[in-house]
């Protein structure tokens, strides 16, 4: 209904300056890493573009703007890592789509498509999200030793960025159950409750995210929420005859034409795959794990997860590996 209202106002009032703020009625595009999606911008009622500047833009996390593609007739021009990756559809005159092509994890967010014509100016909001999974990260040094700028580096060496809100309020409705407070990308730190409990928030405290709001980005250490989504390569157990130290581990996956697989590939193989194997193996940062989607005894009875043993001691030779392939 606020939709209709909406298209009702940009096509009868080409006079008001309009923008598209109703959240109810945003237009939201799901994709996964490495698909090429449309985000979608028609805009009925007028007339052709020709002559017009067409301007997308990306909203940042503090509310500024990047140049996405900005369009005057026939000249286009792309910007900062959407340059050669991104292109008008142009289906018909009406048409201000645009084509993002090998969508990346960074990609995540709200788009807008401005057309302005002459002295109106007309805005669509796009949010596009990424199918994918949170999961809780901490380091070999242990429990709260990251702040906010240790926090992206630590995602990013798992293959994974720093969860959005939203990416954690979906994982918590999907179920995640975590004690250990983490950064997300707004720069606060959160942590999701399914089952109060005492150390938790209180046990008479509703389920939810418990939320430390802002924290201070480089003397406050906490863990953090991670995000990836889907896999390009393959994630698999490496076969081997024998238990492998660390190095060994790295080795063997080389010697496979691979590499140790990272934390958020055992977590993507797990999520969207229903990966299952009940091994514990080495991973690149150094932790052991390993993955259960089907739980049964003696692996993980009681919920699907990937669970975690620690960071052994390097030298022992009592793991196997996990190794990724880029295909
Ligand atoms: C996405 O688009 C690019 C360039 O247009 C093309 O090379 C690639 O094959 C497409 N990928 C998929 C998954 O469709
Ligand atoms: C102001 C702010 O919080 N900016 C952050 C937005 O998110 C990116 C990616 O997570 C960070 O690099 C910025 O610091």
């Not at 942590?191 to 418990?210: D, M, T, V």
């Not at 492998?244 to 140790?260: F, H, L, P, R, T």
Request: charged content about 25%.
């Amino acid at each position: 209904m606020l939709a209709l209202l909406f298209l009702v106002l940009l096509t009868t009032s080409l006079n008001l300056h309009v923008e598209a703020q109703d959240i109810g009625s945003r237009i939201k595009v799901y994709a996964n890493r490495g698909d090429n999606i449309t985000l979608p911008c028609h805009l009925e009622g007028q007339s052709d573009f020709s002559g017009t500047k067409i301007k997308w833009t990306k909203m940042e996390n503090d509310s500024t703007e990047t140049n996405v593609l900005i369009s005057m007739g026939f000249h286009k021009k792309t910007y900062g890592n959407f340059q050669n990756r991104v292109y008008l559809l142009e289906a018909n005159e009406n048409d201000a789509t645009l084509v993002l092509t090998d969508i990346n994890l960074k990609d995540y967010g709200t788009y807008r498509c401005e057309v302005i014509v002459g002295l109106n100016d007309k805005i669509i909001e796009v949010d596009l999200e990424l199918q994918g999974v949170v999961f809780p990260y901490s380091p070999r040094r242990g429990r709260y030793n990251l702040n906010f700028h240790d926090a992206e580096a630590a995602c990013l060496e798992q293959d994974a960025v720093v969860a959005s809100f939203e990416q954690l309020f979906e994982a918590w409705k999907g179920g995640l159950d975590w004690c250990n407070a983490g950064w997300l990308n707004d720069g606060t730190v959160q942590y999701p409750i399914n089952n109060p409990r005492e150390p938790c928030g209180g046990a008479r405290a509703s389920a939810g995210l418990r939320n430390y709001g802002q924290r201070d980005k480089s003397n406050s250490r906490y863990d953090v929420f991670c995000f990836t989504s889907a896999l390009k390569g393959r994630f698999y157990y490496l076969i081997l005859p024998k238990k492998q130290s660390y190095d060994e581990a790295v080795q063997a996956c080389k010697n496979d034409g691979a590499e140790i697989a990272k934390v958020g590939h055992i977590y993507s193989a797990w999520k969207l795959l229903g990966y299952d194997r009940c091994d514990a193996g080495w991973l690149a940062d150094g932790s052991v794990r390993y993955p259960i989607s089907r739980p049964r005894r003696n692996c993980s009875p009681t919920e699907a997860a990937v669970r975690f043993i620690g960071f052994p001691d390097k030298k022992q030779k009592l793991y196997g590996v996990y190794c990724y392939k880029t295909q």
